[in-house]
């Protein structure tokens, strides 16, 4: 982490260096310019340090003090760049304000320069620290790999009662082994530290099966620190072992005299090479070639944190991945029981709290081991003792000795991070238990914290994208939820890596957490995260804030101005001058009715909004009634934009904005929407549409389809509101490559839908609504093979369910809203000449009705009495009521 905190300073003074700050303020500038090759000189050596520091006092305190010094450093730069950026305007009165400035300024130089003074001499001083702590550093990191390597052995030496849900898998990966090709396949094993990922890999090598299978078969223990030579010395002495051959002088063999050692012994055997803990793909290249694809069925069994070291080693070799789960409750429970009460039942007064803590573990088996021995040395008629582990297990895993096993196993994976994504993820321990963390929110936080290092030909948030990817990856976030479309909505962490990087964080004076009042705070605090004071706002926390202060245009560091849900319907002109404006989000729902239940009101556009260069995303805008044209072809100016949201659009300004629209080339998003249902929009004029373009969503007429539309090769949603096509509109959507969401509202007056057999090859969701004239639907055997849910809104005159809907094998969902009740008779099992046979295989199918200002939804899977429902009695018979939302 204090590699993270340098990094960011020297790329600060980097870019001091290079402005006016020298000339400006005297005796500043020369410090700044003394102080970066110092921070340089320590830079490297913080890498290591930084991973090491929690095996060895004096080395942690080393880094402290460097982590404590560079945060000094970036408050009095900050000051720096407070006292450069004053803007006092223009006439007489200004003229005074910045002649008093100057003097306040002038006294403020001579107190900065003597502080950063101050902190070039601490600095030499630190930096005289460096000789003595690196002839240490090579002792405590041999020491620190020795100590992994033993507690990681533990794994291999597991009783047979400590296995819990390890049959299954067990069976599986042995079938691969013994089954498949003849060629060398690899298969690898991913999960997070702790998963049981070397236990199950050991009970499928010592299997009696697999034994007798493979002539040759060697154990090799990876690890972070593990030099590639000590790799293959370990390969070469173990299958001169297993086969009985007297070993050769392997200490006097390089790298390569040791991989044609390797290969000369494998070449006519059936071979199982286990590869445990593998943490990156250098180790894995750097030794398979020694590993001969022999065709005589040979194995790779490679278990890793990272899934892009199992996913890449699987596809090299085609073979397989299997991904661990954690625990089921039922095995989590029974393994907890086992180990905490001897195989005895849970006193009754203690299950609620051993429960608790249990959830805590969230299925980790090696969490569930090592707390369970803590709980069994306790007094079990000692509840508060018991009540203490459960509402303070971080304090017990960073204080009891009999975790610190499992704090080492989940600080690795931390310690192994490249300093660029150590602070992104620390930055989790920000968030309350069990929140889900919002992807977007995440990515503009960390942009806004300067976590982000600018890439070139890409934009800070796509770079964020990655760092996403990568901690993905490697087992430290998970994915909680997704939108339609398979974007990812939320993330969490498990509750026991929290507790570490909440404990690294406090350590490090990375951010302060205060979840109650009267807690002392510590005398540095550098972010604060306050929890569980906003309990009683609506959980949509609408505000009734009307107006924006024109002072926001002092906010010149502002990135994301967020007003949704607001009253706020004007922005003043201020705004303008946040030139590093990233985000700028201002609209409201309106519930209106239930025909207009999705209506938006954004805001008024600024003339010149084209000054926000930095703008990355920009919704909900209106279309001003004057001038509205200019202010179309002003958004050409916004170049950087991802997301743009247009309201109240008219049909004379559809040619400025086209314009403007192709000079956004990074676009993702587009919302269009004309101010009445029958107002056309005119995007003919779009030549070359944003190649980029994710999703599409347009509201209002169409005097025919966009041509451009079929060509959007990365267009995964599309939404057509109002549309009112004289012509079939699948014929031309039908082709669209990656399209997933498709929702379609008025959009055609014709009485029959086709879909075409191979058409809509990856649609999963598709909703039907408002087809007046519509009166059959027909799918062909072969077309929309991907298909999992169908909704059906508002089509008075469509009596039958689609003809061909019993071919779509994958339909998870079919939903009818408001729909005549003659079609739902059709589904009812017990009627002559029913259509129940055609959705009978559909896990789902439910109707809703809209009544007295709600929705009730019944569910077509069961039968009864319906003595309470409002639907006609020929209905009700196979309904029954479930209230979904009212």
């Known amino acids: 982490m204090a590699e993270s905190s340098v990094n960011f300073l020297i790329e600060k003074l980097s870019n001091l260096i290079g402005n006016e700050v020298i000339n400006l303020f005297r005796g500043v500038g020369e410090q700044v310019v003394y102080l970066r090759p110092e921070y ?18 004096e080395l942690s305190v080393w880094v402290r003090q460097v982590r404590d010094i560079a945060h000094d450093t970036e408050d009095i730069l900050d000051e720096v760049s407070i006292l450069q950026g004053h803007d006092h305007g223009h006439g007489f009165y200004a003229s005074l304000c910045k002649l008093a400035c ?20 601490r600095l030499r001083m630190i930096n005289q620290d460096h000789k003595r702590l690196r002839h240490k550093l090579i002792k405590v990191e041999g020491s620190g790999s020795n100590m992994w390597q033993d507690h990681h052995c533990d794994a291999l030496l597991l009783d047979k009662e400590d296995l819990v849900g390890i049959d299954k898998p067990k069976k599986l990966l042995i079938g691969w082994l013994i089954k498949g090709g003849s060629g ?103 030794v398979k070639y020694a590993l001969l694809n022999n065709s005589f069925h040979s194995r790779v ?28 409750l039922a095995e989590s429970w029974d393994l907890f029981c086992r180990k905490t009460f001897q195989g005895n039942a849970c006193p009754y007064y ?109 934009t800070l948030e796509e770079v964020a994208e990655d760092y996403i990817i990568e901690l993905l990856n490697r087992s430290l976030m998970q994915v909680a939820t997704t939108t339609s479309d398979g974007r990812v909505k939320t993330f969490r962490i498990h509750d026991l890596l929290r507790e570490i990087i909440i404990s690294k964080s406090r350590d490090q004076n990375f951010a302060t957490i205060m979840k109650e009042q009267n807690v002392q705070w510590p005398g540095r605090v550098r972010r604060l995260s306050v929890h569980n004071t906003l309990q009683n706002l609506h959980p949509n926390r609408d505000t009734k804030v009307k107006m924006i202060p024109r002072y926001i245009g002092k906010l010149q560091n502002l990135e994301t101005l967020d007003l949704k849900h607001s009253l706020v319907t004007e922005l003043p002109i201020e705004i303008l001058k946040l030139q590093r404006l990233r985000h700028l989000l201002l609209y409201r729902i309106e519930y209106v009715s239930y025909e207009h239940i999705h209506s938006k009101s954004g805001f008024q556009i600024m003339e010149n909004i084209g000054v926000l260069r930095s703008l990355q995303k920009l919704c909900f805008i209106e279309a001003n009634e004057n001038n ?26 559809g040619k400025a904005l086209c314009s403007s629209i192709e000079k956004m080339t990074g676009l993702r998003a587009l919302s269009i929407a004309s101010e009445e249902e029958y107002e056309i929009i005119d995007l003919q004029h779009l030549s070359s549409p944003p190649v980029l373009l994710q999703r599409l969503y347009l509201r209002g007429r169409l005097e025919t389809l966009p041509h451009w539309i079929p060509s959007l090769r990365s267009l995964v949603r599309l939404s057509l509101k109002w549309s009112r096509l004289k012509d079939d509109p699948l014929v031309y959507l039908q082709e669209i490559p990656n399209l997933v969401h498709l929702i379609l509202c008025q959009v055609y007056n014709g009485e029959t839908l086709c879909f075409k057999v191979g058409g809509f090859k ?53 939903e009818f809203f408001d729909m005549p009740v003659e079609l739902i008779n059709t589904l009812l099992p017990d009627e002559k000449d029913n259509d129940y046979w055609k959705v009978a295989h559909i896990p789902e199918v439910y109707s809703t009705y809209w009544r007295g200002g709600g929705w009730e939804v019944y569910s077509l899977d069961s039968l009864g009495d319906g003595e309470n429902c409002p639907l006609p009695r020929e209905v009700i018979k196979s309904c029954q009521l479930q209230t979904r939302w009212k």
């Open 301 to 328: 069994v490679l278990t890793t944190r990272n899934t892009d070291v199992a996913f890449a080693t699987s596809i090299e070799s085609e073979g397989k991945t299997y991904d661990l789960e954690p625990l089921s």
């Open 350 to 458: 203690l299950e609620e709290i051993c429960r608790n803590i249990l959830r805590r573990c969230e299925g980790l088996p090696l969490a569930i081991v090592a707390i369970s021995g803590v709980l069994a040395a306790k007094n079990k008629g000692m509840i508060d003792e018991w009540c203490m582990v459960s509402h303070s297990l971080g304090a017990e895993i960073n204080g009891n000795d009999k975790l610190k096993d499992l704090k080492k196993v989940l600080s690795l994976s931390f310690n192994d991070l490249p300093y660029y994504l150590k602070s992104c993820f620390l930055y989790l321990s920000i968030f309350p238990e069990d929140h889900l963390i919002e992807h977007m929110r995440l990515i503009r936080l960390w942009v806004a914290e300067g976590f982000i290092e600018a890439k070139e030909e890409k």
């Open 628 to 653: 509205s044209g200019n202010m179309m072809r002003e958004l050409g100016k916004l170049t950087q934009l991802r997301r743009l949201g247009i309201l109240k659009l008219r049909r004379e300004d």
């Open 762 to 814: 990856k649609l999963k969701i598709l909703g039907l609504d408002e087809f007046d004239e519509l009166r059959s639907i027909q799918v062909e055997t072969g077309a929309l093979p991907c298909l999992e849910e169908l909704i059906i809104h508002r089509c008075p005159v469509l009596e039958k369910v689609p003809s061909g809907i019993q071919n779509l094998t994958k339909l998870k969902v079919l």
């Open 184 to 286: 060398r396949e690899v298969v690898s094993l991913s999960g997070m530290g702790g998963m049981g990922k070397t236990t199950l890999a050991k009970q499928v090598y010592d299997d009696a099966e697999v034994k007798h299978h493979f002539q040759v078969r060697a154990w090799i223990t990876v690890s972070q620190s593990s030099k590639v030579r000590d790799l293959l010395k370990d390969m070469v002495q173990q299958l001169f072992k297993a086969m009985r051959r007297v070993p050769q002088d392997v200490e006097n063999m390089n790298n390569n005299q040791l991989k044609r050692t390797i290969k000369e012994l494998l070449r006519k055997r059936r071979y199982l090479i286990v590869l445990d803990d593998v943490w990156h793909l250098d180790k894995w290249h750097a």
């Open 102 to 121: 100057c003097v306040k300024n002038a006294k403020a130089c001579y107190r900065i320069a003597a502080e950063l003074k101050g902190i070039n001499s």
């Open 40 to 57: 340089e000189q320590m830079r490297a050596f913080l890498r290591i340090a930084d991973a090491l520091q929690d095996s060895d006092e």
